[in-house]
């Protein structure tokens, strides 16, 4: 069973950046593609972010591009998630999953990003 701790949310202000990292455990991390989701207050959770296993592909959602990258570390077991240029839109609790786990899935604990002055 794939065990997932993210971490590196915190306070900031529109316009700054973060960078959010998922420690993998699981023999699979190495062999399978992994995905950034959020959720916001009162929201379904959504897609942000995957990356296959070797990293040679990612894809993103529309409302990311180009201001958020998702990175890997297979030697580590370690996904990330740079995030530039915030805005207050992106103030959610993100995790880190495999793709298509259902919500009554295994999820970690996420971690809280708010954007505001």
């Known amino acids: 069973q794939v065990q997932l701790v993210e971490s590196g949310g915190d306070l900031v202000q529109p316009g700054g950046s973060l960078r959010l990292s998922c420690a993998v455990s699981?023999?699979?991390?190495?062999?399978?593609?992994m995905a950034w989701y959020r959720q916001a207050p009162g929201k379904e959770r959504e897609f942000v972010a995957a990356?296959?296993?070797?990293?040679?592909?990612?894809n993103y959602a529309d409302s990311v591009k180009g201001r958020f990258t998702i990175s890997r570390d297979n030697a580590k077991n370690m996904v990330y998630l740079q995030m530039n240029s915030l805005q207050p839109e992106d103030t959610a609790v993100y995790y880190c999953?495999?793709?298509?786990?259902?919500?009554?899935?295994?999820w970690g604990q996420g971690t809280q990003v708010t954007v505001s002055s």
């Open positions: 699981g023999s699979i991390f190495s062999r399978s593609t």
């Open positions: 990356i296959s296993w070797s990293g040679g592909s990612t």
């Open positions: 999953n495999l793709p298509g786990v259902p919500s009554n899935g295994s």
